[in-house]
């Protein structure tokens, strides 16, 4: 008997052929951003696609994936292959989330609703933003059983820290992400010269407006001095004046999995063990924050080894195929998220854009695994690459 695959995927798609259907999206996800650009406003467009400076950290992501290249094993029996892992705990049905991207009512008017129904029809964890423009009570609720995972932007203000965490507890929410490479935006020529930033459009605030102790903070109410609510939620949003020993208070205030994204030096993954954390994202933010940062697939080997096995590694900045996240769990990583390419599938058929992106990138991977060899991510190994030379 052979369980179903997520290669399947493949053999649906031609057969739906016979009737002349094809695919309404790309099954390279690569494409979808021209699609995208064609379809959303310059503003918004900008906003997803863009990048810290020149765009060198985007373009040495991309880089350094395609710098490793696979060597196929044969004859290993793998037509009964299995994508599970288990991640904080976990089972999850393949190495793969929907990483936090906030404010995507941007791309599409059912925005993080129709990420998280897309993301648990296949149990994949969608991992949701502070900044979302939907509040996370809401979101919960269209996530159903799935599994919740929120993201915090910590905030600077402790009592505002704290409701959060309450209220994602309450929500339903079992792991926090606590997102640490952007306590300011960073410096993003496409948007500084558009003047574009979603929060001035009433963009990516639902969490604060709905919260009590931030609204604690207003003189009046949102509705009668909007202007006064963005000015006190831009100075609430990020802090950096936070460091290490403020992380026992985020320690304390959550007693699940908690995972800190945007580590890239294997000294911040001891500290982040030794600070009580479970996991780490390799990440630099897709390339969004510190131009000309090392690229997150040359960090991840070395975050690895540094983490042993006391972190659980997650990696994400530049996936955009089955093979990447081969290559990333080849590095050691445990599982990857992916962002854009999920964002750009909502912005162009929504909910069901979504799932095309889960479902190709899945079955691209289960295909990628086979063909190398593989029944399962648990054998891949660094010995599985080779580093091209020029
Ligand atoms: C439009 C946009 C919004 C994002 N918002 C958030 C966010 O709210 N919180 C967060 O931790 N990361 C955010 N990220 C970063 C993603 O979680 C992720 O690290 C990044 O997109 C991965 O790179 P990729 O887009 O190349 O897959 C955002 C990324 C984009 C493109
Ligand atoms: O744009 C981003 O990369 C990001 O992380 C963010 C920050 C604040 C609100 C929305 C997204």
């Given at each position: 008997m052979t369980s179903a695959h997520w290669a399947d995927f493949q053999y649906e798609i031609y057969l739906n052929g016979l009737t002349g259907a094809v695919p309404?999206?790309?099954?390279?996800?690569?494409?979808l951003e021209e699609l995208a650009e064609r379809m959303l406003g310059p503003g918004p467009f900008g906003y997803v696609a863009g990048n810290a400076g020149s765009g060198s950290t985007a373009r040495a992501n991309r880089a350094a994936l395609d710098r490793w290249r696979i060597v196929p094993r044969v004859l290993?029996?793998?037509h009964r292959r299995d994508l599970s892992v288990e991640v904080l705990g976990r089972p999850l049905p393949a190495p793969l989330a929907l990483a936090p991207v906030g404010v995507l009512s941007i791309m599409h008017a059912e925005a993080e609703t129709a990420a998280a129904r897309a993301a648990a029809a296949r149990d994949v964890p969608f991992i949701l933003?502070?900044?979302?423009?939907?509040p996370m009570e809401r979101v919960a609720e269209a996530m159903g059983d799935a599994e919740r995972w929120f993201q915090l932007?910590?905030?600077?203000?402790p009592d505002v820290t704290r409701s959060f965490l309450d209220r994602a507890k309450a929500a339903g929410y079992t792991a926090l992400f606590v997102t640490l490479d952007t306590p300011m935006l960073g410096w993003r020529p496409r948007d500084l010269d558009q003047a574009y930033l979603p929060f001035l459009h009433g963009v990516g605030t639902a969490n604060y407006y709905t919260d009590p102790a931030f609204l604690a903070g207003?003189?009046?109410?949102v509705r009668e001095d909007p202007e006064a609510a963005l000015r006190h939620f831009l100075g609430m949003f990020?802090?950096?004046?936070?460091?290490?020993?403020?992380?026992a208070f985020l320690r304390e205030h959550w007693d699940g999995p908690m995972v800190l994204k945007g580590v890239l030096h294997p000294d911040d993954a001891r500290r982040a063990a030794d600070a009580g954390m479970d996991g780490v994202v390799v990440s630099n933010h897709g390339g969004r924050?510190?131009?000309?940062?090392?690229?997150a697939a040359d960090a991840l080997p070395h975050v690895v080894q540094a983490a042993g096995d006391r972190l659980t590694v997650l990696f994400d900045s530049g996936v955009r195929t089955g093979d990447d996240v081969f290559k990333a769990l080849a590095l050691g990583a445990r599982a990857v998220l992916v962002g854009r390419p999920y964002a750009y599938g909502l912005g162009l058929e929504g909910q069901a854009g979504v799932d095309h992106v889960i479902r190709c990138l899945l079955a691209e991977l289960d295909l990628v695994l086979g063909l190398a060899?593989?029944?399962?991510?648990?054998?891949?190994?660094?010995?599985?690459l080779v580093r091209e030379f020029a």
């Amino acid at each position: 008997m052979t369980s179903a695959h997520w290669a399947d995927f493949q053999y649906e798609i031609y057969l739906n052929g016979l009737t002349g259907a094809v695919p309404r999206l790309p099954t390279d996800l690569t494409r979808l951003e021209e699609l995208a650009e064609r379809m959303l406003g310059p503003g918004p467009f900008g906003y997803v696609a863009g990048n810290a400076g020149s765009g060198s950290t985007a373009r040495a992501n991309r880089a350094a994936l395609d710098r490793w290249r696979i060597v196929p094993r044969v004859l290993r029996d793998v037509h009964r292959r299995d994508l599970s892992v288990e991640v904080l705990g976990r089972p999850l049905p393949a190495p793969l989330a929907l990483a936090p991207v906030g404010v995507l009512s941007i791309m599409h008017a059912e925005a993080e609703t129709a990420a998280a129904r897309a993301a648990a029809a296949r149990d994949v964890p969608f991992i949701l933003s502070s900044a979302s423009s939907t509040p996370m009570e809401r979101v919960a609720e269209a996530m159903g059983d799935a599994e919740r995972w929120f993201q915090l932007y910590w905030p600077k203000d402790p009592d505002v820290t704290r409701s959060f965490l309450d209220r994602a507890k309450a929500a339903g929410y079992t792991a926090l992400f606590v997102t640490l490479d952007t306590p300011m935006l960073g410096w993003r020529p496409r948007d500084l010269d558009q003047a574009y930033l979603p929060f001035l459009h009433g963009v990516g605030t639902a969490n604060y407006y709905t919260d009590p102790a931030f609204l604690a903070g207003l003189a009046k109410p949102v509705r009668e001095d909007p202007e006064a609510a963005l000015r006190h939620f831009l100075g609430m949003f990020g802090d950096p004046a936070k460091s290490w020993p403020d992380l026992a208070f985020l320690r304390e205030h959550w007693d699940g999995p908690m995972v800190l994204k945007g580590v890239l030096h294997p000294d911040d993954a001891r500290r982040a063990a030794d600070a009580g954390m479970d996991g780490v994202v390799v990440s630099n933010h897709g390339g969004r924050q510190v131009a000309g940062s090392v690229a997150a697939a040359d960090a991840l080997p070395h975050v690895v080894q540094a983490a042993g096995d006391r972190l659980t590694v997650l990696f994400d900045s530049g996936v955009r195929t089955g093979d990447d996240v081969f290559k990333a769990l080849a590095l050691g990583a445990r599982a990857v998220l992916v962002g854009r390419p999920y964002a750009y599938g909502l912005g162009l058929e929504g909910q069901a854009g979504v799932d095309h992106v889960i479902r190709c990138l899945l079955a691209e991977l289960d295909l990628v695994l086979g063909l190398a060899g593989h029944a399962g991510p648990g054998s891949v190994t660094s010995g599985d690459l080779v580093r091209e030379f020029a």
